[in-house]
């Protein structure tokens, strides 16, 4: 008796378990169905049909992902962007998250005033994207601007160019700013990744005589890839969304001529038009969304797989 | 149906003699979204004049983000849902939401007796020929000049090109930015072609280009498109980067002398208590008529999917009145659509003055129903011009081409 009371007992454990895993799980499960899978779902059958303005039209298969790829206008428009994108990418990678590597590495020797630093790098993570975009478009601006009153008081006014306005500059500027909202964020991953480190790995090799560059590149940098991976994923997904910045500084065409077109602001501008842009056309710009969403997340996986399999296990 | 079930109760209350004792009546209440979050309190006051004579309906007016307004509009009536009174643009930007339906046709329901044909094209949807929202006011392109600055300069507001272009000059001599106008906002540069352009294409090239007897690259636009070429060194320094703030800060601070936009920003100017003319853009020679630049700014429309369809018709009907056109010309300083109001403001009667020759503002009026829009393509056009990264006609045969191969 004692023996299936006790596998009773253990049974309605269980199910309590389970029901109150259920409990727990329908609300965000709800949210994500709700949120999550039926817009995307709806994207992908948007892409599928015409639209004239707001209203639906026929079915046409493929045909608005082929406008979008091979079209004149619109496939210049994509690649444009795109190529943008990949711009924004290879340089947050190596101004961004380099110089954070370089201050993680810094900071993990312990030097004098830690704490102050650490918390210094990661004060413009904690502000809004919307307050750094403006304030830097201010401190941008060729007439009031603090950056160009200041090359003109130090003497350097050949250099007070209109930096969000030309072409060949707008770019750099934008990425600057984002590289200055978000570097603390890479230096605190690496400067866990670096803490994570048992200290007698370096201590030994210090002991066998090896420089610090020979430390850094052969035990600390393979020790901390798990956090490289982590870092290099998110900045190739924030970096193909990128959308607030440039939309901020720069609105939603681009300008200057395209140099700091998105593909986020292609979206925008496409699905939903603005007021002097157009009108909105839902059909290529859900098609442009679920390219957007294939190419993010098939990369993201394939880069993931493989800097996971660089990783080296520490035992 | 709450308005049907008012006036049922009502009756019966009056059918039992106890209509002098009733309560006040059930109302229908009705939203009003509109983009002009700066006009919000005098749509209220013009709304509580509305409310005196109908006690019976009551109206919220929700002012939304004017960059964001297409697309909150748009997804709420994709939705299902949307206001009942609808504040919508005019022209490509109504027949999106017209095309699709969501609008409630207007034609036999409204008096339009009072609104110029011209004006009613803008809400009309080509595709059916049925009016879908009550035009409500006019903006017509103006060249603001900084009469203070104007005298220390020592210079009065130019007839023609000619003298703009001495004007200028003299003003940059005295060491005062001629023109406060940027071009890092695309639709501010458009706006100022819209001051310069049509003085020299002239008045028939609208109608030429409309129907098709010629295109963008005919030589009269491409000579104007030339003048506006002349501008850059009369901007400020970094025109490149100079936005829409930026112009207007400069303005109103006094560091530039002139200032080409719309006739919306005369509230602004006389807020920041400046001593300013206007005028129309310079004739192209001496003798020649000067011509401003209008639209329609928009229209006041009903949402077809509205349960309250028969009061927000009455409140539509209401807008097409000459007594809301002296409301919106009085409180609101706007050029009413609806003729028959006499505006109390000096700045409102010289605008309607100079009105008597205008030009439709040609991209917005025409061009902006297909992707890509003349707009679009015209202020790209303009950036690389005033730039000096493509030449007029390089320009006109971008804006010809695109215009001609719609996405």
Known sequence: MEAVDFERAKAIRQRNLRLWLAFLLAPPALVLIIFVFIPMVSAVLYSLYEWDGLARGEFIGLRNFYDILFGPRLSAELFNAFWNNVKVFVTLMIVQNGYALVLAMLLARNPRGYRFYQVVFFLPVILSTVIIGFQWKLFLNPVFGLVNKALIYFGLSDWALPWLGLPETALPAMLLVNSWHWFGFPTLVFLAAIHRIPTDFIEAARLDGASEWRIAREIIWPLMAPAVTIIVVLTFIGSFNWFEIPYIMNGLEGSPEGSTDMLGLLFYRTAFGSVSVGTSDFGHGSALAVLMFIFIFVFSILATKYLTSREVEMS | ?407
């Open chain 2, 1 to 407: 149906m709450k308005r049907s079930i008012s006036i049922t109760a009502k009756a019966a209350l009056v059918a039992t003699g106890l209509a002098v004792a009733a309560p006040a009546a059930a109302q229908t209440n009705l939203d009003f979204w509109s983009w002009r979050q700066e006009d919000a309190k005098a749509y209220n006051e013009i709304i509580a004049e509305f409310e005196k004579t109908h006690p019976d309906i009551n109206i919220t007016y929700t002012a939304h983000e004017a960059k964001a307004y297409n697309t909150i509009l748009t997804t709420a009536l994709a939705g299902g849902a949307g206001p009942d009174i609808i504040h919508t643009r005019a022209y490509g930007s109504l027949e999106n939401i017209s095309g699709a339906g969501y609008l409630e046709p207007l034609d036999g329901k409204v008096d339009f007796s009072h609104i110029p044909e011209s004006l009613l094209r803008g809400t009309t949807l080509r595709a059916d020929g049925k009016v879908y929202s009550v035009p409500f006011a006019t903006q017509t392109v103006l060249v603001y000049y900084n009469k203070d600055l104007f005298d220390k300069a020592g210079v009065t507001p130019p007839e023609t090109w000619d003298e703009f272009k001495q004007v200028t000059d003299k003003l940059k001599e005295a060491g005062i930015t001629p023109l406060a106008n940027g071009i890092a906002d695309g639709w501010t540069i458009e706006v100022a072609s819209g001051a310069i352009m049509p003085n020299f294409y002239g008045e028939s090239f609208f109608g030429d280009v409309t129907s098709g007897k010629t295109t963008f690259e005919d030589p009269r636009y491409v000579a104007a498109l030339g003048k506006m070429a002349e501008l850059a060194p009369y901007m400020p320094t970094g025109f490149e980067a100079v936005d829409y703030a930026t112009m207007k800060a400069l303005f109103t601070s006094g560091s530039a002398a002139m200032f080409i936009g719309g006739s919306w920003e005369i509230p602004a100017w006389r807020e920041a208590g400046l001593n300013f003319g206007f005028m129309a853009g310079p004739a192209a020679k001496a003798g020649d008529t000067r011509m401003v630049a209008t639209w329609l700014d928009g229209g006041y429309a009903v949402n077809a999917a509205s349960p309250n369809k028969e009061a927000a018709l009455e409140f539509i009907r209401f807008t097409a009145t000459p007594e809301f056109a002296q409301m919106l010309a009085d409180k609101l300083n706007n050029v009413p659509a609806v003729q028959g109001a006499t505006p109390k403001d000096e700045a409102l009667q010289q605008i309607i003055k100079l009105q008597e020759h205008q030009t439709p503002y040609i991209m917005l009026v025409a061009f902006r129903y297909q992707k890509p829009t003349g707009s679009t393509l015209l202020q790209d056009g303009l950036k690389k011009l005033l730039t000096g990264q493509a030449t007029p006609e390089e320009v006109a045969k971008a804006v010809a081409d695109g215009l001609a191969s719609p996405e």
